[in-house]
């Protein structure tokens, strides 16, 4: 598989991830091969970056999360951009399509998050007052309407922390799990025809480089997202 470079310097890698691609091996994953498995074929060197199984990852897109991906590919860069992402000070944004009709033009999810009791595979959130679990991290994200269709909506999603599945997680947690989402969509969540994955799309990213500049990536709503916003009926 041929990955996308949307660009590329001495330090850093940005691809443009595929849907059905994971990013580095956690678990039993049966030999299937990952991002990193396939970045590792046509630059070796990574292997000098970081530690195994992650290597040059600065960060993490779900498996079948597309878009904007960031690969540190010298030690030094991969400290730089780490401490970025730690102190919060990388612009990410992602297009999500919502079940249901979200009320708020826009808004901030504010919680409390952390593994799951009732499911390994899942996160859970829980209000910030929340007392009963250790272990729990703050998460924030803020959303705005991009779009209405008649049983979903099309929000811009950025996040300010970088907990894993934030932004599936925090989207159920208010009732309105991504659509296609097969792990925390609800049992009554309506599915548009034809989709095959959640509809969450990495389209932008802003960071400072080690170089010293501040640089935009962004990437497309692939196709498959696309044609799906083609077929949904208009709000009335």
């Known amino acids: 598989m041929d990955i996308p470079v949307i660009y590329e310097d001495q330090d850093v890698l940005v691809i443009d991830k595929p849907a059905g691609l994971i990013v580095f091996p ?12 396939l970045l590792l074929e046509k630059y070796p060197d990574l292997k000098n970056t970081g530690e195994a199984p992650r290597y040059g990852m600065i960060h993490r897109l779900d498996k079948d999360t597309s878009g904007v991906l960031l690969v540190a590919k010298t030690p030094e860069a991969l400290i730089f951009l780490q401490k970025q992402f730690k102190n919060r000070e990388v612009e990410k944004k992602y297009t999500a399509l919502a079940t249901g009709t979200v009320k708020e033009a826009s808004g901030t999810i504010h919680t409390l998050i952390g593994r799951s009791k009732s499911d390994p595979r899942k996160q859970a959130a829980h209000s910030l007052q929340y007392t009963g679990k250790t272990g729990l991290r703050e998460a924030i994200t803020d959303y705005k309407i991009l779009e209405r269709f008649a049983e979903y909506t099309l929000l811009e999603v950025q996040i300010k922390t970088g907990r894993k599945h934030q932004i599936r997680c925090h989207l159920a947690y208010v009732g309105h799990p991504i659509a296609g989402d097969k ?18 799309h990495a389209g932008y990213l802003k960071i400072m480089l080690p170089n010293g500049q501040a640089k935009e990536f962004a990437s497309e709503l692939p196709e498959d997202l696309k044609n799906i916003l083609t077929s949904l009926k208009k709000h009335e």
Request: net charge negative; aromatic share 10%; glycine share 14%.
């Open 26 to 37: 956690e678990g039993d994953i049966s030999g299937e091969k990952t991002l990193i498995d």
């Open 183 to 200: 792990l925390y969509g609800f049992k009554d969540s309506p599915k548009p025809q034809g989709l095959e994955r959640q509809f969450l």
